[in-house]
């Protein structure tokens, strides 16, 4: 047996010098090309607005980096293909890494590969080898034996699936018919090679064959395995490839800013040209990037509500159309918004930002959508019926266009303190919002938080008739101006009634003044009624007399969940008062399915496909379940039109938390 210090591996076996030149020739010709290709695809980028670097934050994007890139974090929401992603990611990773290091000790003055070194990093790579193989055996059992929809079958897909899988091959082939066949320094079957031990078992199988066949054979795996691996780094730049680089850029660079909480980009509208996005250099470099990170693994478009009903837009299809548009030059003769885009497409959006928890390389889809929407306002392309709802609330500060004076009918024979009338001031600001306020059904959330309030000892106030809309379903179709100008009357009421506190029972408005009203100077401590209650009952200053007899299913409303991720504290709620075991719906907590009210498709009239509250309403009456609970009363008022248009009023109710508990005071 060879003295430990002495073992280390041939790298050019039997190689004559001019064999030699020759790869390192092709070596340079191939990082030329990559370089090139790089050069080329970064030269796109650039032509959009604001610096690519964002160098803030710096430590919670490692963070991001390490959690969905090294840690596969939302890939393994999904544990088949997650699963085999892992395998592939790492494998190909280690791989790599193990190429580095052989080239340095091999082309550089620095020489470590051999002995102990060498024997850990034998079977380092022979693990991560049978990784790299077993993920894409996982995968090629999806692909073309499965076949699920959403998947994409173009060339490249095809192309980088057998590139990894014979570089995976011929790197075990070249091993094994290295350690069969012997080297000029050691004889075959050396006993250290048994690191390697997936090279070293198959040579057994090899026994007995001509040494100079193998050696023949071994030179033969060497240059094809080499060759794939020069051209795989060539294409790199040119095909799918690419996304190995651009996801792991993207992830780091994707701004929180705008995207943590679905916060749509701030617009100074003194100074603002045009709004939205209708050519390539309308998008931030940043954006641009995110274009090419795309995976084109459709979980997009598996998680989104407008394409599960029919609608035509799919967020996969989106951003591939506007990568087409980037690769082509395109945008500038032929507009974005209504040409690249259709307008259906850009309305059908729900604003749900499944698409956006999906992705697992930050790619911000509906971000996307919004700027394109702004584009279609600004050029008063809007449907005619959001159109009517935007000019009510400019009239009468509220979609509804109902006096604004009218604000505090709902509290009709209730006893409920006016801002403007409490001597001494008020810990909480409670926003009633334009639904509790002027819709009939959702007047009994209003009538019940005043109750629970009431209960609590909590002391509150409400602004009645000073409320105006704070249209975030305005900005969420598109319409910047409306949105800021309702902002900053709301910021001016505010700030006369000193408020720090709001307590608000409507996930959009919770969003909205919480996230989208710093973008205009005010801050605040905004809290969504489900995490109030449920503390009120934590403290014992909410006290119940009894249990809610009927069983409950809960809905996960977008804007408090995926949003704001507040999962917890509404089952916190329904479990301390339900009598029975409350139920789930498959499709919960960050792939909760959306009621279709959000973005403004509340106030719009879209006969394609479909209707999303129709789908998430037979979801939940499947479930046995005889009342639908609800913490936002867009998802009410959406299920309960879903009811009576479905006859399902025999079968299941909507509740708000509230009500509910309400009944159990």
Not at 25 to 48: N, P
Not at 361 to 371: R, T
Not at 448 to 456: G, H, I, N, T, W
Not at 615 to 637: D, H, Y
Request: hydrophobic share 40%; charged share 20%.
């Amino acid at each position: 047996m060879e003295p430990i210090e002495s073992v280390t591996r041939e790298v050019f076996l039997r190689f004559s010098l001019a064999e030699r030149i020759v790869f390192y020739a092709l070596s340079m010709l191939t990082i030329g090309v990559f370089v090139y290709g790089f050069y080329v695809q970064a030269r796109r980028w650039m032509q959009g607005r604001d610096a690519l670097f964002a160098w803030n934050r710096i430590p919670e994007r490692l963070l991001r980096v390490f959690r969905q890139v090294l840690g596969q974090a939302k890939l393994l929401r999904e544990s088949y293909r997650g699963f085999a992603h892992l395998l592939v990611f790492w494998g190909f990773v280690v791989l790599f890494i193990g190429t580095v290091i052989l080239t340095i000790d091999e082309d550089t003055p620095l020489r470590f590969f051999y002995g102990d070194f060498y024997l850990a990093y034998s079977w380092t790579l022979d693990l991560f080898g049978l990784f790299l193989l077993g993920g894409l055996v996982l995968f090629g059992v999806r692909r073309y034996g499965l076949r699920p929809g959403g998947l994409s079958y173009k060339w490249d897909d095809h192309f980088l699936f057998w590139m990894l899988l014979l570089l995976g091959i011929t790197g075990f082939s070249t091993e094994t018919l290295r350690i069969a066949g012997g080297g000029v320094a050691f004889p075959a079957y050396p006993e250290f090679e048994r690191a390697s031990f997936v090279g070293f078992g198959a040579a057994k199988m090899l026994r007995g064959v001509d040494p100079v066949l193998l050696h023949g054979l071994h030179k033969a795996s060497w240059w094809v395995h080499g060759l794939l691996s020069l051209g795989f780094i060539a294409v790199l730049s040119y095909t799918k490839a690419f996304h190995f680089l651009s996801s792991l850029f993207n992830v780091f660079l994707a701004p929180f800013e705008t995207k943590q909480h679905g916060v749509p980009s701030y617009i100074d509208l003194e100074t603002a040209e045009s709004i939205g996005y209708n050519t390539l250099s309308d998008f931030t470099k940043q954006e641009l990037l995110s274009l090419d990170a795309c995976t084109r693994c459709g979980r997009c478009q598996e998680v989104c509500p407008a394409y599960a009903t029919q609608k035509p837009l799919s967020p996969k299809a989106v951003v591939l159309d506007l990568k087409g548009a980037m690769l082509e030059g395109g945008g500038e003769d032929k507009p974005l918004a209504g040409g690249v885009i259709m307008d259906d497409v850009l309305w059908s959006c729900t604003t749900c930002r499944a698409c956006v928890e999906a992705c697992p390389v930050e790619i911000n889809q509906m971000g996307l959508i919004l700027e394109l929407r702004r584009s279609l306002v600004f050029e008063m392309r809007t449907p005619s019926t959001l159109g009517q709802s935007l000019k009510r609330t400019t009239n009468s500060a509220n979609p509804w266009g109902l006096p604004n004076e009218d604000r505090l009918a709902w509290a009709k024979g209730l006893s409920v303190p006016l801002a403007a009338e409490t001597e001494g001031g008020f810990e909480w600001l409670y926003w009633v919002g334009c639904s509790a306020s002027f819709d009939p059904r959702n007047q009994k959330i209003a009538r019940s938080m005043v109750r629970l309030l009431e209960a609590s000892g909590v002391n509150y106030a409400v602004l009645g008739p000073e409320e105006k809309c704070t249209a975030e379903w305005a900005r969420r179709a598109g319409e910047e101006g409306l949105f800021q100008m309702n902002t900053l009357e709301n910021i001016e009421t505010f700030k006369r009634y000193n408020v720090s506190k709001i307590l608000t029972h409507c996930p959009h408005c919770l969003n909205t003044l919480k996230n989208d009203y710093p973008q205009l100077g005010f801050k605040a401590q905004v809290v969504h009624h489900s995490t109030f209650l449920r503390d009120m009952l934590k403290q014992g200053r909410l006290k119940l007399g009894g249990k809610f007899p009927e069983s409950l299913v809960f809905h996960d409303s977008c804007y408090l969940g995926r949003y704001n991720g507040e999962y917890d504290a509404p089952r916190e709620l329904l479990h301390a008062v339900a009598e029975s075991p409350v139920r789930e719906m498959e499709r919960r907590r960050e792939k909760s399915f959306c009621c279709g009210g959000g973005g403004g498709l509340s106030w719009m009239e879209l006969d394609i496909g479909k209707k999303i509250n129709h789908e998430r309403i037979e979801e939940a009456a499947a479930t046995g379940g005889k009342i639908l609970a609800a913490a936002c009363p867009f998802c009410v008022f959406m299920f309960d039109d879903a009811i009576k248009v479905r006859n399902l009023e025999e079968e299941i109710k909507v509740k708000d938390l509230s009500e509910i508990l309400v009944e159990c005071l």
